[in-house]
């Protein structure tokens, strides 16, 4: 009976034994679990940020680049044309020789312009030409176009489409931009500025005109600028969409300032919130940052800078597309809780299932006398040899 009892009290263990060991396995596969489900959303949130976003980013980057310089090309063509460069050719050829006297001259015409608002002979005399009839024309072709004006060597107005602030442009920077040393000159295009006469946001693009459609070995007689609505610019990065949260914003490095995003209330109303976190990841040469807004959401974020050379440069523009982490994060946290729920159900699966054998296979044994069998076969055996 001692060892019948030895014997039911051993394999009365056995469930036990497997409780043990999921006892103390178990916190070790689900931390090594938890810490494997760590790694790989840092590595996806690395990869959303870097990938993900920062390829939206870097789109939208190349695609404002590509806008901006289709826009600066047609403002090329538009002071190549032989008309608008004799006219300014026919202006240089107008003044004295005496540099002092022409600006002298300038000056006090300007004077008189500005303090009359463009209400004098001159100003009238100017936008009637058949250049500035041109200049009009031109506008009609594209409805970003607010404003184009034409200046001669000296800076002054030769044609426009409208009556201008003042007559001397060259105290203007986009005007010094574009003229240069007057042998070269430059492409020049403004950041966004609020223009009363466009009613809006625009930009303003400048570049040389040349005496001779010869760009090598032509000098510079006067400069183009035409004044266009940013709306398209805007547009652009409005469209950007990615999830329920995911947009894009147009950021100046420099201040901090939101220049366009997703909506109207965006364009040059507000400061970006994660500027300093933003500078930190350029600093670092990170592709991607989270950041918290005021609201105390998170954000997942990559940025592009504007491409490089150009033209004209952007350098003090960056694109940022970012997401709201919930969003970004929800399938990696939907993982997460079913790896865990797969692992607790492997658990309490193997506990049922090592019951389930203790009850099947291991109590049929309990119930069985090894030693009256082992009796009984021997005296079975006897009785068959005696036969």
Known sequence: MAQEGRRARLVELEPRLVLLFLAIGGPFLLVGSLVILSWLRGEMNRNLGDDFLGGAAADTARYLDTYLLNDLTNVSVIASVPTLRGAVKTSNREYPSDPERIRDRLLQWDEEWVEHRGAVPLALEIVGRDTSEFLREVATFNSSYKEILVTDRQGALVAATNITSDYYQADEDWWQQAFGD????????????????????????????????DSEAAVVIGVLKVLLEARELFRVVSAVSLGNTGHALLLNIDDGKVIAGRTSEDVMQRQYEGIATLRDALAESRKSFLSRDQDGNVWVASFARMPEPTPVSYRNWVVLVQQEAREAQAPMTMATVYLIAFFIGIGLLVVLASLYLHWKLVRPVREIDLREEMDRLVAESGEGSKA
């Open 182 to 213: 007057g042998e070269l000159g430059a492409l020049y295009s403004s950041g966004i500025v609020f223009d009363a006469s466009a009613g809006g946001y625009a930009l303003e693009m400048a570049v040389p005109v040349r005496d001779s459609a």
